[in-house]
């Protein structure tokens, strides 16, 4: 999913020549006012989607929020597909906005709760690895692929990412925030790869109390307050405003 939102963002940029031409595919060149703000509009889906994700990750958890991420990503590609103005192109890019906020925040996360100590940084590291990667192939798929046949393409990648995740356990730690401590043990299990094998039960059961002591005893040792909320926002605004700046 981290490879189809890298090319998602890198097929914009060398598409742009094309967009603003005579010739472009939408049947009219787009204008260089309404380029900027297709850029910003980015910005926005990211600013709404994390101001409000935090919402949906405590009450559902991180796995239902995961499902989430290639609806917009799919929505964003149909979109560009039957593009006739650039109206399209400011959904798309919210969308996009959208999907990125939510997959920023929800997979080094997940990543984090089912990862051994082991490979936990070499999994955090593949997820920045494919979506630079895939910055890069959107770069190179606009130029193997005419403009109509790129969303056709890529837009596979969502689908296959949504039904290689389905199959997976919810995180235990999230199993156990929300009381179902059976279910929670079996996804311990499955995540860590702990044998089946009756003699090993004993110490698999001790390994599993470990995790939800420490799980159940952890929490927030200070309350939130609304200044932390609204620097949150203050900051986001401040990128927003860069990212205009850049663009202009």
Not at 58 to 65: A, L, N, R
Request: one cysteine or more; glycine letters at 6%.
């Amino acid at each position: 999913m981290s490879l189809t939102h890298g090319i998602s963002l890198g097929w914009f940029s060398p598409t742009l020549p094309t967009l603003i031409s005579d010739n472009s595919p939408i049947g009219h060149p787009i204008d260089i006012s309404e380029v900027k703000w297709i850029g910003a509009s980015f910005g926005i889906g990211c600013l709404i989607c994390n101001m409000v994700i935090c919402v949906p990750v405590s009450y559902f958890g991180i796995k239902k929020c995961m499902y989430f991420v290639p609806l917009p990503n799919i929505l964003n590609w149909v979109l560009i597909y039957f593009a006739s103005k650039s109206l399209y192109f400011y959904v798309c890019r919210v969308l996009l906005g959208i999907s990125g906020g939510t997959l920023v925040v929800c997979f080094p996360v997940f990543i984090a709760e089912v990862s051994d100590n082991s490979v936990r940084g070499t999994l955090g590291s593949f997820f920045m690895m494919t979506l630079c990667s895939g910055i890069t192939v959107g770069f190179v798929l606009v130029y193997c692929l005419s403009y109509h046949v790129l969303p056709c393409v890529v837009i596979f990648l969502p689908i296959l990412y949504l039904c290689l995740i389905i199959p997976l356990p919810e995180p235990p730690q999230d199993l156990l925030k929300r009381g179902h401590e059976e279910k929670a043990e079996k996804s311990f299990c499955f995540y860590k790869n702990l044998s089946k094998d009756p003699a090993q039960q004993d110490d698999n059961k001790a390994e599993f109390d470990k995790l939800r002591n420490k799980v159940l005893a952890s929490g927030i040792a200070e309350k939130i307050t609304p200044a932390d909320f609204y620097v949150g926002i203050l900051c986001h605004l401040q990128l927003f405003v860069d990212h205009l700046r850049t663009a202009r």
